[in-house]
């Protein structure tokens, strides 16, 4: 990496770099991305390893903290967060104020912004026991956020937080607990979850990351940094193509397109259709967790009987994309979102809930990331130059 930034700035010069795609706007020692190998690691770690000995709590302990937690640590930050699930009452009772067929991504971007209105004691970035404060308490409460916005949008009564049970537990049986009974939980669900939300957990300067940063360049706090990626997040291009990807086998299901006109349709570019799930600005390879997630799939599609004309519909997209000209000289590959769908479905998720689900696995990346830019000496207010095409200058008529 070269710093040409002096130099622009002698000269008064700007580069040109729509969408960044070679500009590194940060230093990061959170994530490192080999895009040609299909190499992932989280602190050195790589994601193979994570996603098979590690658990989602003590991966986030990880990135936010820099080093793999002693089993005490994990401990201690483990009662931290069952400690801080409960949400004031009166932020439960936000969740009335949304039409019923809300999307939840909305729902729970404007629910983690009002957080900021009831924790007022943990808002000062430059106070370091506020900022891990505010962490914990987001860690804590976000995925009690994700399972009200799903309640709330089935018509059921919101559950209170069972503090006996582990982040993804609670998460499991805050969204399909039901008040009157005991809930039947199922340890290979809780399990798959677990590891999914692990492959989620950060992914260096992708959209919604940055954008959590370039808000939180502002000194804006925790909440609203978060709460701006999650919308980030929710575009289709973006965390949104979990959703979009169901949507897309759906159609192909539900229309009887074979898997082989519809990539003509594709490859022809008809109507702007492109192949959800495939692609990545920075995997020109296959990506590490694409692999991961695909053999979850088929196991837990066998063991939770999930629909398996989509996933035969899946494979043979992949199959074909593989072996088309178009697909290899692009470098486009399946991406994480390619077959995580059709997990969340089988594990009784609806399509709605599939890119709140990722927020709640890329929430530790956005606070890691937001924590190490407060640390970072040469962080500067995030503000874009641009390339002025209007008119010139014009003087406003005599009427
Ligand atoms: N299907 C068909 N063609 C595609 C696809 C796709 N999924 N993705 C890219 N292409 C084509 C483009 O049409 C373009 O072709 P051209 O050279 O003939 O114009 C070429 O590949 C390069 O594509 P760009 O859009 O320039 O690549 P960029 O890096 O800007 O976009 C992105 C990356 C947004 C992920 C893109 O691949 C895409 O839209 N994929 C589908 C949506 C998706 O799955 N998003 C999830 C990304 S991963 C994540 O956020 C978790």
């Known amino acids: 990496g070269f710093n040409i930034a002096p130099l622009l700035k002698a ?24 895009g040609d190998a299909g190499i992932l690691r989280y602190r050195g770690y790589p994601i193979e390893q994570l996603a098979q000995k590690s658990s989602f709590l003590e991966t986030s302990y990880l990135l936010i903290y820099g080093n793999l937690p002693s089993a005490t640590e994990l401990d201690a930050f483990d009662q931290k967060i069952r400690r801080h699930t409960l949400l004031h009452e009166e932020l439960k009772g936000f969740f009335g104020g949304f039409p019923r067929e809300a999307h939840p991504m909305p729902v729970l971007s404007s629910a983690v912004t009002a957080l900021s209105t009831w924790y007022q004691d943990s808002l000062d970035p430059f106070d370091e026991e506020q900022v891990e404060l505010s962490t914990i308490r987001l860690l804590a409460k976000m995925p009690v956020l994700a399972a009200y916005a799903h309640k709330k949008s089935i018509g059921q009564a919101l559950l209170y ?53 370039l808000v939180g360049s502002s000194n804006a706090n925790m909440f609203a940094s978060v709460s701006a990626g999650i919308n980030a997040l929710s575009g289709p291009a973006h965390g949104g193509a979990n959703e979009a990807v169901l949507k897309m086998l759906r159609q192909i299901q539900n229309d009887g397109l074979k898997p082989a006109d519809f990539m003509e349709k594709v490859k022809n570019k008809e109507d702007g259709v492109r192949l ?49 000209d178009y697909f290899i000289s692009r470098k486009l590959y399946p991406n994480v979102d390619f077959y995580t769908g059709l997990i969340y479905k089988a594990m009784g998720f609806p399509e ?45 008529p005599n009427r």
């Open 276 to 324: 959800m799930g495939f692609g990545h600005r920075v995997y020109k390879n296959y990506d590490p967790r694409a692999k991961i997630i695909k053999s979850t799939a088929h196991e837990i599609l066998s063991k939770l009987g999930g629909n398996d004309e989509l996933l035969d519909i899946a494979m043979s997209l992949e199959e074909r994309a593989l072996s088309d």
């Open 161 to 213: 937080p069972d503090n006996s049970m582990n982040l993804v537990e609670n998460f499991m049986r805050l969204s399909f607990g039901l008040a009157a009974e005991p809930y039947d939980m199922d340890p290979v669900i809780v399990k798959a979850l677990d590891q999914l939300l692990i492959l989620h957990a950060d992914h260096e300067q992708n959209c919604s990351t940055a954008t959590v940063r």
């Open 352 to 396: 709605k809930m599939f890119t709140v689900l990722f927020a709640i696995g890329r929430l530790p990346g956005w606070i890691a990331q937001y924590r190490e830019m407060l640390q970072d000496p040469e962080m500067k207010i995030g503000r874009p130059r641009q390339l002025y095409t209007g008119e010139r200058e014009r003087n406003y």
């Open 11 to 34: 000269t008064g010069g700007v580069t040109y770099d729509p969408g960044f795609m070679n500009t590194a706007a940060t230093k990061s020692a959170i994530t490192y991305i080999d």
